[in-house]
């Protein structure tokens, strides 16, 4: 920009202005720490998106060697019920509590960050674990269990029951991590010996799935079996089940 004083029908140039481009000094705090999903599947990556400004509010960060995080992240999780664990503390396959920071391109001071293998379920209050940094912000998300799977499932039922008695099982289906669930969509039950026309009732207590029916007026063995649905195949859950009928 030239800065000029008018004589008559002439300027005179008096001097320039020179373009000055202020940058963000050192990182000062977390301005926001948001994971784009709320709810995750065990074992799935959890990803989150961290704005760092400086003491002047300004975004600052543009690679992450100007930031502290150079050697990656630590996370400390609360569970809902205020138990605080590193993330070591809940992963399987990562023994490290740190996870690498990538810069989000043309946005200046926002950063990804992915943490993988957080396998417990459960609700949890993400935070960053950094001492330095005020205004730590908190992201919270929802740990829900995988699809359930036999080899992790168990099935057990009662081992006798007058006829015309009602006949209870219990099943419990837990994910690739042991998480329990009632997710019963690829759950299927067969009857047979002396009830193999008949069919359960099925319903859920608490992390349970009970399977119940009644006993037949024919006395002999019942057999309870319990199989999980997959793309191709019936997985068997745990062993047949013998109910005597009496």
Not at 173 to 192: T, Y
């Amino acid at each position: 920009i030239t800065v000029s004083i008018g004589v008559g029908l002439e300027s005179v140039i008096v001097g320039h202005m020179h373009r000055v481009r202020l940058l963000p000094s050192t990182i000062a705090s977390i301005s926001s720490f948001e994971c784009e999903t709320k709810r995750v599947v065990a074992g799935d990556n959890v990803r989150c998106v961290a704005k760092f400004q400086d003491a002047y509010k300004l975004p600052v960060g543009n690679s992450v060697a100007n930031t502290p995080f150079e050697a990656g992240v630590a996370l400390r999780t609360l569970s809902m019920a205020g138990m605080s664990n590193n993330i070591s503390d809940v992963t399987t396959s990562t023994p490290s509590a740190h996870a690498q920071l990538m810069w989000i391109a043309g946005s200046e001071g926002s950063f990804l960050v992915v943490f993988s293998n957080i396998t417990r379920a459960g609700s949890y209050s993400l935070q960053w674990k950094y001492d330095s940094l005020n205004d730590m912000p908190l992201s919270v998300i929802q740990v829900v269990a995988a699809h359930p799977i036999a080899s992790t499932s168990d099935i057990s039922c009662q081992s006798e029951s007058m006829w015309l008695r009602p006949v209870l099982c219990t099943i419990h289906l837990r994910d690739m991590h042991l998480n329990p669930s009632v997710n019963s969509s690829a759950l299927l039950i067969e009857l047979g010996g002396v009830a193999i026309t008949l069919m359960t009732t099925n319903y859920t207590k608490g992390t349970a799935i009970i399977a119940t029916f009644i006993a037949p007026s024919h006395l002999g063995l019942a057999t309870v079996s319990a199989r999980l649905r997959s793309a191709r195949h019936l997985h068997q859950i745990g062993t047949m089940q013998n109910v005597t009928i009496l």
